[in-house]
């Protein structure tokens, strides 16, 4: 069982709707990650939270809009999205961010989102 | 030249096999290496970090050579429940905004009954 809890597991949306992806850790990590997996291919961040602070945005289009209300929840506001959007999106979490010893990044399970 | 770089497989073995993956990674000043495995349509899952000296697992024994700068995996007795994709992480040097994992883009393992 993971200790990164997302929902929903799956979600369809339309172009033009507002959906927000949530992510729940409660492993005392302080850095939380957004990542995007198309098929076949490994993660790509897109955001990473370090105490509660936006630290890294791989140029991610605005339709995407994380959010940190506190250290143990990520969320991922999603609107106007394209059908290319369409991919596996994972939370995880570690430690710290930016640190030099060793410490692995724990996953959520994911939501697979489909855009119609 | 990718940053990280491994053969993407498929690896056909048959149950019981001994296989081994090697992954290689182009800054030599890296500082972290794991080895993560992923079902087919679920989350990557910590397999295990990589030390310096080697280290074991079970089954599983992972290497790391500075030198050569490539890191690898081995299995034992392979089993069914090993079959997945094995990707090759490494966190770069630095700290700050650069210190981000870099995934390889996986080693696809299909054990055989």
């Known amino acids: 069982d993971t200790e990164v809890t997302q929902t929903p597991k799956h979600l369809v949306m339309g172009m033009t709707n507002k959906k927000s992806l949530k992510c729940e850790q409660h492993?005392?990590?302080?850095?939380m990650y957004w990542y995007k997996q198309k098929a076949k291919k490994p993660p790509e961040l897109m955001f990473v939270?370090?105490?509660?602070?936006?630290?890294i945005n791989e140029s991610v289009p605005s339709r995407f809009s994380p959010e940190c209300p506190n250290s143990s929840l990520l969320n991922l506001h999603l609107h106007a999205l394209q059908p290319e959007d369409s991919a596996l999106y994972l939370c995880?979490?570690?430690?710290?961010?930016?640190?030099?010893?060793?410490?692995?990044?724990?996953f959520g399970d994911g939501t697979r989102l489909s855009i119609l | 030249r990718k940053e990280v770089e491994q053969d993407p497989g498929p690896f056909n073995v048959p149950e019981g096999a001994t296989v081994a993956f090697n992954c290689t990674y182009s800054n030599s000043a890296s500082q972290s290496f794991f080895w993560y495995r992923q079902d087919c349509r679920k989350e990557p899952k910590l397999l295990m970090s990589?030390?310096?000296s080697g280290n074991e697992d079970g089954r599983f024994t992972a290497q790391l050579n500075r030198a050569s700068q490539y890191i690898s995996l081995l299995i034992r007795d392979s089993k069914l429940s090993d079959s997945a994709t094995y990707l090759c992480?490494?966190?770069?040097?630095?700290?700050?905004?650069?210190?981000?994992?870099?995934f390889g883009t996986g080693t696809l393992l299909a054990v055989q009954p």
């Open positions: 939270y370090s105490y509660e602070k936006l630290s």
């Open positions: 992480v490494v966190k770069p040097p630095g700290g700050g905004a650069t210190n981000k994992l870099i």
């Open positions: 492993m005392g990590h302080r850095a």
């Open positions: 995880a979490s570690s430690q710290e961010f930016g640190q030099s010893q060793n410490q692995p990044q724990h």
């Open positions: 990589v030390y310096s």
